[in-house]
């Protein structure tokens, strides 16, 4: 049976290929096309929380400076030590964001937070499992507090090659000028494929590592040479009190950790929503299903995962609470295990597996992306870039799997080890 589901999924990929060699959509017709629907109904967090404000159902507290931030965060499940500060100019409250007044960002596994000190709204995204990345704003000057969505200039400037052209996030490193603009220098979207050395510009990074450089914590004073405000102590930095003052702030905390794993979030979440609509859009689609397939496999397994100068620490509790909040196994292991050494996680299999918007794709879909994990989860896919996962993690991958994730083919129960299979 096994055998020839991966058969079919073969031949299946064939045909889209074939077919999408046609001409293809542009973004925005993929939005608006009826498989997509990206302006419909939204059924995310924050939409619901949305439902729980109108119906009278939730009641958020307003504090001062920081407005419903607290509870906001609260309400959504998203953690304080997630905070990370962002000092360049990069988002439409660019006006109010500088070195000495970051944005910053929360975030759990499916939302983030935008909230900028002396702005008027709430920044929101939320991963709806079938339209994908929602944007919204709350006003922050209103009581009750109405949350309305953005489908116009959010989604202009979050689709893009960096968002493999789908409305998404993704991480900007740039060499910020004093007041936060970026400088006409080269600037970066990093992910977990990114050498150390050119993640974070127009960041703030708290943390320890052992790395000699990377962008964080540096504003370039000298145009001639952006180069140069890359220091020792801005590479090497636990402690922002003295760059910034941090009065109505959640912390002062930007935390080295949360910042990794931010980065390989972003870009898997954009990767999940493109195979999800390449696969709704069948032939209609943008680019060849196999080619989203491989795309989103190599990623969630961190096949060309860049190597990390641990060991690594942040300055909050980030690590411990996102490590908590994984299922784990019968001998505790889980997919949200740490390693922060040469590598961001200890068992090589993306914890966004896990996620409604995997879960919700298409079956045909999903059915190629697990017979391509298996295909390298089981030792038959032999080529160099996958020898760095090797037998006792791959097995390891594969029984915490097992364990925790529902809806694996039969194929992955095969025998005692990964070894086993179709």
């Keep these: 049976m096994t055998r020839v589901l991966i058969a079919w999924a073969a031949v299946w990929a064939t045909g889209v290929f074939a077919v999408s060699a046609q001409l293809r959509m542009t973004p925005s017709q993929m939005r608006s096309h009826p498989a997509i629907a990206y302006d419909g109904k939204a059924d995310d967090p924050v939409a619901r929380l949305d439902d729980q404000l109108q119906r009278g159902e939730l009641r958020l507290v307003r504090e001062p400076v920081r407005g419903y931030l607290r509870s906001v965060l609260a309400a959504l499940n998203v953690p304080e030590s997630s905070q990370v500060l962002v000092f360049s100019k990069t988002s439409f409250q660019a006006s109010r964001i500088s070195p000495s007044n970051p944005r910053a960002i929360f975030f759990n596994d499916s939302v ?20 994908g990345t929602i944007f919204y704003t709350l006003d922050q000057t209103t009581d009750p507090p109405r949350i309305s969505r953005n489908n116009v200039s959010c ?5 893009s090659d960096a968002t493999v052209n789908v409305p998404g996030l993704f991480v900007s490193s740039v060499y910020p000028e004093r007041s936060g603009m970026p400088a006409p220098a080269p600037a970066y979207t990093p992910d977990h494929r990114s050498p150390f050395d050119l993640r974070w510009g127009g960041w703030y990074v708290t943390g320890s590592h052992r790395g000699s450089r990377h962008l964080g914590n540096a504003v370039a004073t000298d145009p001639t040479d952006v180069e140069a405000m890359v220091t020792p102590s801005t590479v090497h930095t636990t402690d ?7 009065s109505g702030y959640v912390s002062s905390h930007s935390d080295l950790v949360a910042l990794l794993v931010l980065e390989h979030q972003v870009r898997m979440v954009n990767l999940i ?12 689609a943008q680019r060849p299903l196999h080619e989203s397939v491989k795309e989103l496999v190599d990623y969630l ?14 300055t909050t509790s980030f ?25 961001l996680m200890k068992y090589r299999c993306s914890f966004l597996i896990y996620s409604e918007a995997f879960d919700a794709m298409p079956s045909a879909a999903k059915a190629l992306v697990y017979a391509r994990m298996w295909e390298i989860l089981s030792g ?19 029984e915490i799997l097992r364990a925790t994730k529902a809806g694996l083919p039969d194929y992955f129960f095969a025998g005692d080890d990964a070894s086993s299979g179709p």
């Design 112 to 131: 983030s937070v935008g909230w900028v000190r002396g702005g008027d709204v709430l920044e929101f995204t939320a991963q709806d499992p079938r339209q």
């Design 155 to 159: 989604v202009l400037c979050h689709t």
């Design 240 to 246: 922002l009190t003295n760059r910034f003052d941090a």
């Design 273 to 284: 929503t493109r195979l999800g609509w390449d696969a709704r859009l069948g032939s209609d």
């Design 301 to 314: 397994l961190f096949v060309d995962e860049a190597p990390l100068p641990g060991p690594i620490s942040g």
């Design 319 to 343: 690590a411990r609470d996102f490590a908590s909040r994984g299922p784990r196994d019968s001998r505790g292991r889980s997919l949200r295990n740490l390693a922060l050494t040469d590598r």
């Design 380 to 398: 038959k896919e032999t080529s160099p870039e996958y020898v760095k996962l090797g037998p006792a993690e791959r097995a390891a991958i594969v």
